[in-house]
């Protein structure tokens, strides 16, 4: 079945995704910041659809 996620990029080929990570150990910085918010996302089964917030819960 279907599995709500939200993907935060893609990767075409193993190479491309091992230069990627490779990259990335090298030069990542950690990042600090605060979430005051959590939205619930969804958009239209085609593609090129804009996705719309269905939902905010407040983390304050």
Do not use: C, M
Not at 30 to 42: M, R
Not at 50 to 60: A, D, G, P, V
Request: charged share 30%; aromatic share 10%; glycine share 4%.
């Amino acid at each position: 079945g279907f599995i709500p996620h939200l993907s935060v990029g893609q990767i075409k080929g193993k190479d491309n995704l091992e230069a990627l990570l490779k990259n990335l150990r090298s030069n990542w910085s950690p990042l600090n910041f605060k979430i005051t918010s959590v939205y619930f996302i969804a958009r239209e089964k085609q593609k090129l659809s804009e996705f719309k917030i269905k939902k905010e819960i407040s983390l304050k």
